[in-house]
């Protein structure tokens, strides 16, 4: 069925498909390049190419599962992207440019790769899981971690506040940090920085949480958030999202057997203490570090289905935990994207109409009224990705808007979370032609030119010109149902600490579907699991 959340739901909708040339001349300095802009599409609110090209072979830094590959703090927008040759790249340009600029605007850059030791252990390595992830402290210290696949922490921070141009090798806390994967910086309450990782491998691995304190000084290890390694299982979190009450929300998908068809629970935690505590979507105290506890279990997948790990999750403005998954059949046809959310009584899974061809990881982004849903979906042409918005409102979705055209397939969106609250979508793409001020682009099935490199902007669109009347009719109503009360409204204010408990499609903790179980492949983590969380006080 569609999707069925109260609040506008928007989705974004990325198909793939050749990029038209029609050989006109070239468009004026500043303009995005010629068939980056579908016909007919809204042009970007702003367009800035970043001042040297990226690699393309390997989709470095625009996997979904990088938190953050733009941060936007004190007067500046920083970003990291990977080189051609594998060097990891920093830049830093004024931020009001980054809310209106157009061209080639005001970057400045540093090769991390020189850093002295080499501490990030350039050049990265061709793996997708190598991402690196950037961030801002509350003292204006720029701190970039990556290039890391189940190996030792590799992490820098710069010398001075808001200098891109000076780094030291500065470490954190130097325990359980020699097989990290997936590197995730994220704002936290009271102006600390959150730094997220797994710790581990996919069939045995920990989620910890380190914490910057917003005074300065050293990392502190908060503690193992999620513990799998003593089951054979790996959390496999979301998007981490903190919300205006500074509590920490964490959605994430449990591997308990080899590869996707292992990933067989869809759970939710969220901590109204900066990581120390957590508790389920009820608000029940849950015991920590959290395993695969039934308590905390939102869904679990059916086992015709495959639900493949890392996506978008947000919470909308009422409070409410959602998150998007791609997912298939074992044998590999594609199934509409899932929206797992919470309504303010129930836990959901809803398809998504008209995402049967999604081609990799969606986002999910929360703006003032409701979600945004970013996705990539394969079309009938292979090596581009056009980029569509649609918005859905109680389930009905509308038509599709074409915005873009990127010279990839396999990209997948990240975005600038901090200028969310301007109303702001930005997102690093990949563009067109070899210039990348404003170059021609190629002819349909043309090859790339140049060894697997390519220009790169950012991409600025208002959410409001996206979403446009209807949303805001939408959100007066929604306005007026809040002010209004009654039973429903209660329930979605109480869907996040509220006295009044909420009642959720979770079995009951014994014996958390075992049943359902039966159809992992090769192990039995998911019985053993279950038996160990069912013997925890």
Known sequence: MAVAVAGVVVVVALTAGR???DGTPPRPPGAPPEGLVVPGGPVPDGYTTLPSPVGLDVPWNWAVYVQANLWTAGGFQYAVWVAPDGAPIVGRRDGHDSRRQHGAGGWETFDLSTVPGNPLGTPTVADPHRVYAIA???????????????SRLRYVRSIR?????????AGMVGADE???????FVAGPGRTLLFFFRDGSSLGGDLLLNTLP???????RTGVVLAGRRVGAAPYPQHIHVDERGRIHVLHLWRVAAGAEGNRLISYIVSPDGGVTWENVDGRALSTPVGLDPAAVAVTVPDDVVVVNQGGAAVDADGRPAAAFRRRTPSGAPLPLWLVHHDGMHWQADEVAGTERAGGRPALIAHDHGLLLVWPAEGARPATTVVHATEVTEGRPGSPRALLRLPVADWEPVYDRQVLAD??????VPVAGSDAGGGGAPAPGA?????????????TYQIERLVGRRRRRHARASSAGRRAGGAAAAHRR????????????????????TARCSGVQASHACARATAWSASRP
């Not at 509350?138 to 290039?147: F, I, K, R, T």
């Not at 020699?178 to 995730?184: G, M, R």
């Not at 090859?447 to 790169?456: N, T, W």
């Open 19 to 21: 990029l038209a040339g």
């Open 136 to 150: 801002v402290d509350a003292l204006g210290h720029v701190h970039v971690a990556g290039n890391m696949h189940s």
């Open 161 to 169: 506040p808001h200098d891109i141009t000076a780094w030291q090798d």
């Open 178 to 184: 020699d097989a990290v994967s997936y590197p995730t």
């Open 214 to 220: 917003a005074d300065g000084g050293d990392w502190r």
């Open 423 to 428: 109303g702001q979508l930005q997102l690093l």
């Open 447 to 459: 090859p790339r030119d140049g060894p697997d490199a390519g220009p790169a902007a950012v991409v």
């Open 494 to 513: 109480s869907s996040l600490g509220s006295a009044r408990p909420i009642r959720t499609m979770v079995a009951p903790a014994s014996p958390m579907n």
